[in-house]
């Protein structure tokens, strides 16, 4: 069984018996889920699970997900999966929508930009309405991206390591449990970013460029 067919079971496995708020590594597999930052919906009997970053030896992808919910011993269970198909690819480049974005507690952020750099790079700002706290990003590929080459904690290697799917920045102003970003989000952690239709994905990375959260606003 290769691991996008492993996912299946192990992804029915956490829906049923969730652990964690957070990711975190499937003991044996390398897969890590971030269901908490899908987007979830239903009809009837079916639950549909759309984008959801899955980090697989190293690798982000976004994997959709739909599930048939049955009834045995007398408990609800997902007993089938009818659908696992990896999402389609999103380009970075000028793909971002500016406006205004809500978390899942209705907080509401704004999204600024581009403003234009070197490199034909471009820069974006998300600033939120309710804190001190923004986020700060660039376009580009990897090879002397300014947030990483030189001003992250990252080693090459660390580097080489990371999507090149994302457009990556940093925080600007600590974050509070006000909000769906935790406290975890600090001034100068290292970021990555995704827009995918009206949803924008965020992702914070820790020291070692390992994902540590991921949240997902909604336009």
């Known amino acids: 069984m290769n691991k996008i067919n492993s996912l299946a079971v192990i992804a029915a496995s ?19 889920v971030f269901f908490e930052s ?22 982000i992808i ?6 048939e919910v049955g009834v045995k011993n007398g408990e609800v269970v997902f007993d089938k999966i009818s659908s696992l198909d ?7 480049a000028s793909n971002f929508n500016p406006g205004t974005y809500k978390d899942g507690s209705g907080n509401e952020y704004t999204l600024s930009g581009p403003a234009s750099t070197v490199e034909n790079r471009e820069v974006w700002t998300l600033v939120s309405k309710k804190q001190n706290f923004s ?17 992250s904690s990252l080693s090459s290697e660390e580097a080489e390591g990371l999507s090149a799917g994302l457009s990556y ?18 001034s100068g952690d290292l970021i990555g970013t995704q827009q995918v239709g009206d949803s ?20």
């Open 14 to 32: 956490m829906l049923i018996n969730p652990i964690n708020t957070f990711a975190e590594e499937i003991q044996g597999t390398g897969i890590e």
């Open 38 to 59: 899908s987007h979830i919906s239903g009809s009837g009997t079916r639950v549909n699970i759309q984008r959801t970053p899955v980090k697989i030896d190293g690798n």
């Open 62 to 67: 976004y994997v959709d997900m739909v599930f």
């Open 86 to 92: 990896v999402s389609g690819t999103v380009h970075q």
């Open 135 to 151: 986020l700060n990003w660039t376009t580009g590929s990897l090879k002397g991206h300014p947030a990483i080459n030189g001003t």
């Open 169 to 186: 920045g940093s925080v600007a102003g600590d974050a509070y449990s006000g909000t769906d970003f935790s406290q975890y989000w600090d």
């Open 200 to 219: 924008l994905a965020i992702t914070l990375f820790s020291v070692s460029g390992n994902i540590s959260e991921s949240i997902t606003l909604i336009k």
